[in-house]
């Protein structure tokens, strides 16, 4: 199982040929404290880049997009029942959804999780 995480701070788990999909714990702490989240519809095409959940806290409200095209295979309605587990465990049980992948070379444009840390200090630095 490998996690890639994108420039726009989702993170996706890829265990054969479905990634499970959420936003990473620095995207969290910069929205503060999440009070809504809107989740695709199960079934729906979406392609890489695409905006495909919504995400609101008391800061501001974010749109989610997928990493990698596919189709929503299921969603985690126990974030839509508690926004708030968002907060607390981003990359673990708040997950946003899972998807089928359409092709996983796409996997090949997101950042491993070393890559990933390397990406952040350069936001924080200037």
């Not at 890489?48 to 409200?61: C, H, P, Q």
């Amino acid at each position: 199982m490998t996690v890639y995480y994108s420039k726009d701070h989702e993170w996706i788990r890829v265990e054969g040929s479905r990634g499970t999909v959420g936003i990473s714990e620095h995207a969290q702490e910069q929205l503060g404290d999440v009070v809504y989240v809107e989740l695709p519809e199960v079934g729906r095409s979406v392609k890489a880049g695409e905006a495909v959940a919504v995400v609101e806290s008391v800061k501001a409200a974010s749109d989610v997009y997928s990493p990698v095209s596919g189709t929503v295979v299921e969603i985690n309605r126990a974030i839509v029942d508690n926004p708030a587990l968002v907060n607390e465990d981003a990359e673990g049980a708040a997950w946003f959804f899972r998807i089928e992948l359409a092709d996983p070379s796409e996997l090949d444009q997101l950042m491993t999780a070393e890559a990933y840390r390397d990406y952040l200090a350069t936001l924080t630095q200037g």
